[in-house]
């Protein structure tokens, strides 16, 4: 299929199905671990509470792009969904966002207590350098890995002062603030999936290449789609803009671009993520399927 065509149909439970393996990876490794029960359920309440999942789906998806089975990326699937929870949890906090609700139910410190949702959050953060290192036998893998996940979760840091503190975009225009933050803040945690699934799928450097380029392009796509949603409602009907007015001050594509702008740049980066995968044959065609979707999703 040529990169201009209009996206296929996906089948997303089919697509998301590897992800049941991961998440009873993750519950069987929290039971198992000695924890107080109440810091137990406060984190199984982040961790095991529903999301999308699209970052383990990108490790396990990578993986099998190019060459590996499922069951050895599990590790690595199950340590950058700990790593992304702890994220939401500390990003909840009343020192950060103070959120009230997450996934469409109250936050952790709402429903534990804020010195619990810290604690938590800190303990997803360890637990996931410890299933790691508990649960990956390759001590190459292994290092590569803990570097991959390290690197993206000090990202992360950056990216939430970039967000939150920003002192310094002086000389940046708008966009290219935008870039610096989305790039920190989201885009490396999902580098990182698709690297680390990559890594343990035994990947060699061209490959390495190949899918840091399509994790880069469908991060930047994520972001944007998900500010597309935010004005519009649905990606797909970009130009029927609801009026829902942009949160003020915050700054997003469609209010730096524009509505039409920010659509077309997710059709040039849809087709720039699935040209990096030219090489990979069928074995990437759930990666493809998966850059389709999120080009398209709504929610
Ligand atoms: C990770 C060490 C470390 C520190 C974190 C709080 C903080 C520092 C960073 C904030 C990071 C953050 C909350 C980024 C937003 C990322 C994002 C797009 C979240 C939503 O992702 P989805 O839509 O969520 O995949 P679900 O709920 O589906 O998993």
Known sequence: MSNTEAPVSVDLETLMAPTAKVEQFMAEFLANRPFPINLRDAIGYALLGGGKRLRPLLVILSCEATGGKVDTCLPAAAAIE?????????????????????????TLHRHTSEPMAILAGDALLALAFEVLACRLTDAHVLSTICRELSIAANNMVAGQVYDTLPQFDEGLSDREKLE?????????????????????????AAQLDAITRYADRIGLMFQIVDDLLDVTGCSEEMGKATGKDLDAGKLTYPGVLGVDKSRTEVERLRGEALAALEDFGDRANPLRDLCEYMAVRTS
């Open 180 to 204: 610096v933050i989305h790039e920190h803040k989201t885009g490396a945690l999902l580098r990182a999936s698709c690297r680390m699934g990559a890594v343990c799928g035994g990947a060699d």
């Open 82 to 106: 700990m790593v992304h929870a702890f994220s939401l949890v500390h990003d909840d906090l009343p020192a950060m966002d103070d959120d009230d609700l997450r996934r469409g139910r109250p």
